[in-house]
């Protein structure tokens, strides 16, 4: 069995006014990565090389063991896609969306589809014309779900749900998620959601990763540091440190790779430490991005 | 290719497109019916009527089951499927063209069994009228390939302009035809060589232009 459901080698697309560039990542089987950008960041653009629907110009995907595009029919079998700009059939109801769907798919679970009409409150009698943004979304979750595909592809499914919506929708996920063998590749602007579910992190940015790695190693790694600068004492530039702000005495420093050796290495000359804080992975996103930036214009 | 998806997007097409059929078919029933009453005037309204819906049911389809597609982003549902570029595009031909078949195929039969059971109409009629149908389905053809290559609805406007204009050529080229001019007029039907050229002709742009839809499409590195 292929380990790696998901898997970008260098893959890079040019359009007039953005570049994909050398996009590298894997995804293990199992796992849930969050992929996280701001618009524009070229999310959407990898989400459709994913599904073959937009053709690399150069590196290789690969996609539950199927290269992309040429094997895209092949590998969609076993892929459930949902997007924030998918939309279904306005004047057909959601039961004959059901059915259509498992006409296709001979994995479709009937009961599961029926649990998630309740859990979702859903009416599956109801034509789509009539389903509000946050039903609709649901609905599409429903039909993707319900044919238990190995692979979830979710392209910015929260964007523009109320919070209730949104809680209903992330909690069916994370059920979902018990299962081992299914993979998740979920993107938003959303770290809040991507946080609660993922197990890995890409961050993506002006058509770049920037960083991806798994969310413990993360929130472990990323720490703001309050420092006192006492006089006479001067604060030695780090490698670790990545940036800082703040005059004179006080200075607040933001690091990707804390360790105890470090808060060591400061004590040794003679700096206070007030504060060492963890930092939520919204905070770590704009770190990195605006770490990231600078390096560019560097 | 994985043919075993062209019957669901066959169905799903026409449970989408059947009320839009049923319309034109009605709207061509009453063509029909003026056409067969006795007023010269009716009769002509008939006709043309009869000519509009065939031609604006294809433009119709060419939108609704295409263009309306990508507009109303139902595309991204569609090709979440497992689907290719290519069984998309073929499934599109057949099913829009199956839906197109049929108020084509009744009412384009139901005028010619008018013709041959009405006795003040000469059946030599049938070679031209067979040539305006055929005519008109390498028109529906044209918007149809246009569609799916440009999914733009002013190219499926500009390509429906063409095809009336190409209609009416050949309309004044076959009143000009004295071959045909002759024979239409006749109380039996002839296929002369001029009519038979320019079917195999018609035949020939449906298959051209179906294969240059194929290539386009399979060409294309961004399909949404």
Redesign the interface.
Known sequence: MNRLAVQFEHVSKTYRLFKLEDISFSLPTGSIMGFIGTNGAGKSTCI?IL?????Q?AGHVKVLGQPM?AQ???A??D?????E????????TLE?HMN?IA??YPSWDATYAKHLLQSFDLKAKQQIKGLSHGQRVKA?LLL?LAHRPKLLVLDEPTTGLDPIARSEVLGELMQVLTDEERTVFFSSQNTLDVEQISDQITFINQGKIIDSSDKESYLERWRRIQLEIPDGTTLTPRPEVISSSGTGRLITITTNQFSPALTAAYTATGVIIHAIEAMTLEEIFIANVKHHKQAVSA | MNYSMLKPLIQKDWYLQRFVVFGYLLAGVVALVLANLQNQTLINIGNLLLISVLIASGFHLAVSNIFTERNQHTLPFVMSLPVSVREYTLGKILATTLIYLVPWTILGMAGLAIILTRDTIPDGLIPFIMLILVQILVNYCFALAVALITESLYWIIGAVLIGNVSLQSLMGFMMSSPNIKINMTGSSIVWDSTTLLILVAQFSAIALLFGITFLVQSKKTDFI
């Open positions: 459709r599904m073959g629907l937009v053709h110009e595009p895209q029919a092949k969609k079998e892929i459930g896609f949902v997007s700009d998918l939309r279904l059939y306005k004047a057909a004959w259509f006409s296709i599409a993707v």
